[in-house]
């Protein structure tokens, strides 16, 4: 039986993507905050599901779990990173600044670190994390939460490079970057082209089983980001 982590599989795309793992026969370590909410998932599969409440931004405990994951399943196929935090933050508080900067910055970067050393030790693995589209631009109302997401974008895309330093070929990273999507996490007051979230989960796991570089979801987000790519910075200042 294949054995993946999801980490942040406690409510939205990663509980969401945790099922569907399951319904394909995976052994599924699932991690999070909220216990009740690990306790509702471990209930439904009892078979198929370790849960351990986890906060990400403990990165001791988090490299003391994967050890402790790593000697139980003795290896780990697939690693799904989906906790992450977002505040809408216009006054630049600075603990919600900060409270982002750990979770999606430092403890991102841990998960990714301890993911490929992992797959590099096991000559294979897939490490998969929920970017953004917010990840092409600034933004005045949310700054960490953007800076963010650009910051995971270029840690995944150095990681893919590194991967070339393993022979074998068999290390996958995928990128995952969504618009809106029907969950807490969506934050703005125009959220046009909201996805449901059984939709968007659809997309993104079709995305890890084609082992895709990186994904925009939903498509149509594509155009989007053609858009923001080449939109000066002068024009996005006057308009939103
Ligand atoms: N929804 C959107 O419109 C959208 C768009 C683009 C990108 N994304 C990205 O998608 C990812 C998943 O978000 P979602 O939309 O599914 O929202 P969500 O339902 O809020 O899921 C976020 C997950 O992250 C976990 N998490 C947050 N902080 C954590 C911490 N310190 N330690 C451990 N787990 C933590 C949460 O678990 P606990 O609270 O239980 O800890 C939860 O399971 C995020 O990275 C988000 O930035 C979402």
């Not at 600044?97 to 970067?109: C, R």
């Not at 022979?167 to 995928?174: L, V």
């Not at 959220?191 to 570089?213: E, G, P």
Request: proline share 2%; hydrophobic share 40%; glycine share 6%.
């Amino acid at each position: 039986m294949p054995t993946a982590i999801v980490f942040g599989a406690t409510s939205g795309i990663g509980k969401q993507l945790a099922e569907f793992l399951i319904a394909d026969g995976y052994n599924v370590i699932i991690t999070g905050r909220r216990s009740d909410n690990l306790s509702q998932l471990k209930h439904k599969y009892p078979a198929s599901v370790r849960s351990d409440k986890l906060n990400v931004q403990d990165v001791k405990r988090t490299a003391q779990l994967f050890e402790q994951w790593i000697q139980e399943f003795s290896q780990i196929d697939l690693i799904l990173h989906c906790a992450g935090i977002g505040y809408e933050n216009p006054e630049l508080d600075w603990t919600k600044e900060q409270d982002t900067i750990k979770t999606n910055v430092e403890a991102a970067a841990h998960i990714y670190d301890l993911a490929f050393n992992l797959f590099k030790a096991q000559g294979f693995g897939h490490l998969v994390s929920i970017s953004s589209i917010a990840s092409l631009r600034g933004n005045r109302h949310s700054p960490a939460y953007f800076a963010s997401k650009a910051f995971q974008v270029n840690y995944l895309e150095s990681l893919y490079f590194k991967s070339k330093e393993i022979k074998g070929g068999r290390i996958y990273i995928t990128d995952v970057r969504p618009g809106y999507v029907d969950t807490r996490m969506a934050l703005g007051n125009d959220k046009f082209w909201m996805s449901k979230l059984n939709k968007a989960s659809k997309q993104i796991y079709s995305a890890i089983k084609r082992k895709k570089r990186k994904v925009y979801i939903t498509k149509r987000w594509l155009l989007i980001a053609w858009v923001l790519k080449i939109v000066p910075s002068w024009l996005i200042k006057k308009v939103m």
